[in-house]
T-cell receptor, first 114, second 112 residues
Framework: EPEVTQTPSHQVTQMGQEVILRCVPI?????FYWYRQILGQKVEFLVS????????KSEIFDDQFSVERPDGSNFTLKIRSTKLEDSAMYFC????????????FGSGTRLTVV | DQQVKQNSPSLSVQEGRISILNCDYT??????FLWYKKYPAEGPTFLIS?????DKNEDGRFTVFLNKSAKHLSLHIVPSQPGDSAVYFC???????????FGEGTQLTVNP
């Protein structure tokens, strides 16, 4: 069964450093998403991406965050200057149509900011 | 953000019995509801969904019921199996967008 692949599975970074989280969505999917889950809290929407541009973003997704689909297969989330509160599990997801089918989520990247 | 709420953090049932997981929502703009299952160290896995124009959707052992007037939905699993032990998330999406708003999750434990 096709999978959404995320790398790395765990990333430790120093506060203030830039970090890039990588995702390879399912190949025929058109809509791409990033979500995060801070330990003990809900899964929260960050951003959606379609047709090479952001289609929706949450209040969390401020100027420190950016997304890119650089080569038609990878989908990346960049955090420019990490803060302690960015420590969370980050999930990438993709879907073929916009919402009427469940997304396929990756296994996540655990980001720890120290 | 309390738009989607799962009031029971945990539920324990015996194998073969019915599991009922509940979810409430407050946003009247939600028109599509989904249930996800999550095992440790994995991402959420889509289980079943329901549109707001329906009140029931069934897929094998899983049935989702939607009561729009009460803004309440439930997931029934029957018969429950030990492999169903996981965290179950309720999620909802609005007509105008595709973002999912999740509940807190309910840890289901099915005892052999």
């Amino acid at each position: 069964e096709p999978e959404v692949t995320q790398t790395p599975s765990h990333q430790v970074t120093q506060m203030g450093q830039e970090v890039i989280l990588r995702c390879v969505p399912i190949s025929n999917h058109l809509y791409f998403y990033w979500y995060r889950q801070i330990l003990g809290q809900k899964v929260e929407f960050l951003v959606s991406f379609y047709n090479n541009e952001i289609s929706e973003k949450s209040e969390i997704f401020d100027d420190q965050f950016s997304v890119e689909r650089p080569d038609g297969s990878n989908f990346t989330l960049k955090i420019r200057s990490t803060k302690l509160e960015d420590s969370a599990m980050y999930f990438c997801a993709s879907t073929r149509d916009s919402k009427r089918r469940g997304y396929t989520f990756g296994s996540g990247t655990r980001l720890t900011v120290v | 953000d309390q738009q989607v709420k799962q009031n029971s953090p945990s539920l324990s049932v015996q194998e073969g019995r019915i599991s009922i997981l509940n979810c409430d929502y407050t946003n009247s703009m939600f028109d599509y509801f989904l249930w996800y299952k999550k095992y440790p160290a994995e991402g959420p896995t889509f289980l079943i969904s329901i549109s707001s124009i329906k009140d029931k959707n069934e897929d094998g052992r899983f049935t989702v019921f939607l009561n729009k007037s009460a803004k309440h939905l439930s997931l029934h699993i029957v018969p429950s199996q030990p492999g169903d032990s996981a965290v179950y998330f309720c999620a909802a999406t609005e007509t105008s967008g595709s973002r999912l708003t999740f509940g807190e999750g309910t840890q289901l434990t099915v005892n052999p």
